[in-house]
């Protein structure tokens, strides 16, 4: 079945930058576009960022331009998140999610990773 | 602040049938398609309605969608004590070229 699995916890220092794994299984990696989103303690869902694995052109919300880095790498079918600068508001839970649809095109998340929560703390 | 606004609870008794608003404006809901996604807390998202009123495979006909103008509905009709979970809504947002999300509604059936 069409499974994306993240990478594990993170606990990181105010300052320095976290990477996040997501790898797919269960269909063809470069097909779809992969998306991020993320979710703080008790708050809503926030997009951050879009990567498409066959060019790997990345599109990323403009609060998070210039501190996220989308990457891919095709071989092991596995998409990347980076985000620098980390602050205590960083601090949640962070999806990686498949979109069928490209989402500017109107599309949706499916399926979602099962969340890899970072937390920012000095 | 989320840019769609859903209300942050509802409620309803077993076999009830609910619904569960989100208002955007022309730039989101107003010019572009709607989804949905279920949420149990501690619990990854999953789609529940996507492009207005379709639903994935495995979801039961009781979950449907709705638009008119710049908002957006979703029906559970039957409900059951299974469908207690966080609900919300997302579209595509042509201004801030991105998708925005509903702040969430937290369903209790009672």
């Known amino acids: 079945q069409v499974q994306l699995v993240q990478s594990g916890a993170e606990v990181k220092k105010p300052g320095a930058s976290v990477k996040v794994s997501c790898k797919a299984s269960?269909?063809?990696?470069?097909?779809?576009?992969i998306n991020w989103v993320r979710q703080a303690t008790g708050q809503g869902l926030e997009w951050m960022g879009w990567?498409?694995?066959?060019?790997?052109?990345?599109g990323y919300a403009q609060r998070f331009q210039g501190r996220v880095t989308m990457t891919r790498n095709t071989s092991i079918s596995t998409a990347y998140m980076e985000l620098s600068s980390l602050s205590s508001e960083d601090t949640a839970v962070y999806y990686c999610?498949?979109?069928?649809?490209?989402?500017?095109?109107?599309?949706?998340?499916?399926?979602w990773g099962q969340g890899t929560l970072v937390t920012v703390s000095s | 602040q989320s840019v769609l606004t859903q209300p942050p609870s509802a409620s309803g008794t077993p076999g009830q049938r609910i619904t569960i608003s989100c208002s955007g404006s022309?730039?989101?809901?107003?010019?572009?398609?709607v989804n949905w996604y279920l949420q149990v807390p501690g619990t990854a998202p999953k789609l529940l309605i996507y492009?207005?009123?379709q639903r994935p495979s495995g979801v039961p006909d009781r979950f449907s969608g709705s638009k008119s103008g710049t908002s957006a509905s979703l029906a559970i009709s039957g409900l059951q004590s299974e469908d207690e979970a966080d609900y919300y809504c997302a579209a595509w947002d042509d201004s801030l070229n991105g998708p925005v999300f509903g702040g969430g509604t937290k369903l209790t059936v009672l």
């Open positions: 999610a498949r979109a069928p649809v490209p989402a500017q095109f109107g599309g949706w998340f499916d399926p």
């Open positions: 269960g269909y063809t990696f470069i097909t779809y576009d």
């Open positions: 492009s207005y009123n």
């Open positions: 022309s730039s989101n809901i107003g010019s572009n398609t």
């Open positions: 990567m498409n694995p066959n060019s790997g052109d990345s």
